[in-house]
């Protein structure tokens, strides 16, 4: 089955790649494609897949991928518009072109590519080290208030709460939990 695939690796502590896999079999017309652009149907963004790898196996794997600021504003972008329409379009210089809808793209966008926003990525190497909660409960405070207090259609609203959820992981793995006793 024709899939693209949004995720979020971590290179380093200090570094995330965003990836965006198109993989194509060979009924698709984009089987032979060396490039491709991808974008969000009805958005300007747009970012531009290379081959990887073409086999009988595993068809063509078109990928393209992003680090720090750059990739993410890039990723992002594409994943709002993903995010409005459901719709991927991959299109080749020769024409040939396919589209993806929610069915084919694997998890929710936004979701995968806000993991990998500096600032979320800037805090794992502290959260990994943490040993004492009090500092990680400062620090959910703060992207707490920033979460909940920005406008719901702004991205470092997004960020915000995305960070939220890392430390909230991270005071997990300490024994804690906001909100709930015992």
Known sequence: MDRAVISCLNKSDYEAEIVIEVIVGRSSSLSSAREAQATAQGSEAAVTLSSVAN????????RWSGFKRA????????????????VLRVAAPSGASDTFGEQS???????IVLRCAPSVVSLRP???????????ITLYGDANSRCRGGSGGEKETW???????????????????YGKQG
């Open 55 to 62: 086999t009988e196996q595993t068809g063509n794997i078109l």
């Open 126 to 136: 502290r959260l990994t080290r943490a040993r004492d909660s009090s500092a990680l």
């Open 159 to 177: 960020v915000s709460c995305a960070e939220r959820t890392e430390i909230a992981e991270g005071l997990d793995r300490l024994g804690q939990c």
């Open 105 to 111: 793209v694997m998890a929710k966008p936004s979701d």
């Open 71 to 86: 990739g993410f504003e890039a990723a992002y972008s594409l994943a709002e518009g993903l995010d409005t329409t459901g």
